[in-house]
């Protein structure tokens, strides 16, 4: 069993960055690939970055590429997700996901995680 706790949502304004962290226990989360999802009121929950359990390979969805950097530091058993140049359709909850099958690809659907966080709300104004 794994406890995923988010961290460092917040209101900010477009063009800036925030860092959002995801704090596992119970076990290493070393052993899990990493994801972040985000949603909005009466919208699916849509993937926005994955990290490969053995930390050598990344995902990210179109919509965030060459601004949003997802990591983790098995020190802390602690994945982060950087993002810059925040935009307004970035405004949503924010949750970290651990994906427990250890497959040779990066997850991007939510059936594929089997705990989540409790998410952090991200807001960006315009």
């Known amino acids: 069993q794994v406890r995923l706790v988010e961290s460092g949502g917040g209101l900010v304004q477009a063009g800036d960055s925030l860092r959002l962290s995801c704090t596992a226990s119970g076990r290493p989360f070393s052993i899990y690939s990493a994801g972040w999802f985000r949603q909005n009121p009466g919208k699916e929950r849509e993937f926005v970055a994955g990290?490969?359990?053995?930390?050598?390979?990344?995902g990210y969805a179109d919509s965030v590429k060459g601004r949003f950097t997802i990591s983790r530091d098995n020190a802390k058993n602690t994945a982060y997700l950087q993002m810059n140049i925040l935009k307004p359709e970035d405004t949503a909850v924010y949750y970290c996901?651990?994906?427990?099958?250890?497959?040779?690809?990066?997850?991007?659907?939510?059936?594929?995680?089997?705990?989540w966080g409790q998410g952090t709300q991200v807001t960006v104004s315009s």
């Open positions: 990290l490969h359990w053995r930390g050598d390979r990344t």
């Open positions: 996901a651990a994906n427990g099958a250890l497959s040779t690809s990066i997850a991007q659907s939510p059936t594929a995680y089997d705990y």
